[in-house]
């Protein structure tokens, strides 16, 4: 893929921005750089191996779903404003 002025001005107008002409030239020596690093990356011999999906051993960093400092009914309700001994009452804000 050639990164030419083209690209830079097609980037510029599709990402909204204003660029000066050396941030233009810093932008295509960058993508040219990236670009050859992932041609670099081509280069490497990945037959035979699993893609990797995970970083570590550990897939399942996940705490137990445990019950634990729950509220009584009457003390979740102490401090509502409005409410029927069972549930919470609040106004109404969808009408038909």
Do not use: C, W
């Not at 990164?3 to 000066?20: A, N, P, T």
């Not at 960058?30 to 670099?40: A, G, N, R, T, Y």
């Not at 400092?69 to 069972?86: G, K, P, T």
């Amino acid at each position: 893929m050639a990164v030419d002025r083209d690209l830079i001005l097609k980037l510029e107008m599709l990402s909204q921005l204003e660029l000066s002409e050396s941030e233009r030239l810093s932008m295509q020596k960058d993508l040219e750089k990236m670009i050859q690093m992932i041609d670099k990356l081509n280069e490497i011999n990945t037959e035979g191996l699993e893609p990797l999906i995970h970083l570590g051993n550990d897939h399942s960093l996940l705490r137990q779903d445990i019950i634990q400092n729950q509220l009584s009914r009457n003390d979740a309700l102490e401090n509502a404003e409005a409410h029927d001994n069972q549930y919470f009452l609040v106004p109404k804000v969808i009408e038909k």
